[in-house]
Nanobody, 123 residues
Framework: QVQLVESGGGLVQAGGSLRLSCAASGRTFSSYTMGWFRQAPGKERVFVAAVTWRTYTAYYADSVKGRFTISRDTAKNAVYLQMNSLKPEDTAVYYC????????????????WGQGTQVTVSS
């Protein structure tokens, strides 16, 4: 089992920044990739970004490329999502998740999920 706890969400104006954190505990050695997903009201949960623990390979959804940066701290078992130039359409609940796969954008490939943190971007 892997436990994930997100933090750092909040309310921000368009153009602003937020940094989300995800703290992992438990059998973290079994995780190869950490990902961030988001779910806007009335919509399905979608992929945002992912990073591999060992090789530090990152991958982003086109909608956030150039604005968001994913990073990880292996010593702290933590993953971060730096979000800049936020837009109202970035408003969603953001979830971190882990998978044993090398890299995946598919929600179904991820085994463990956090409870989510709300990000609201006002116009």
């Amino acid at each position: 089992q892997v436990q994930l706890v997100e933090s750092g969400g909040g309310l921000v104006q368009a153009g602003g920044s937020l940094r989300l954190s995800c703290a992992a505990s438990g059998r973290t050695f079994s995780s190869y990739t950490m990902g961030w997903f988001r779910q806007a009201p009335g919509k399905e949960r979608v992929f945002v970004a992912a990073v591999t623990w060992r090789t530090y390979t990152a991958y982003y959804a086109d909608s956030v490329k150039g604005r968001f940066t994913i990073s990880r701290d292996t010593a702290k078992n933590a993953v971060y999502l730096q979000m800049n130039s936020l837009k109202p359409e970035d408003t969603a609940v953001y979830y971190c998740a882990t998978t044993q796969r090398r890299m995946s954008v598919a929600e179904n490939d991820y085994d463990f999920w956090g409870q989510g943190t709300q990000v609201t971007v006002s116009s």
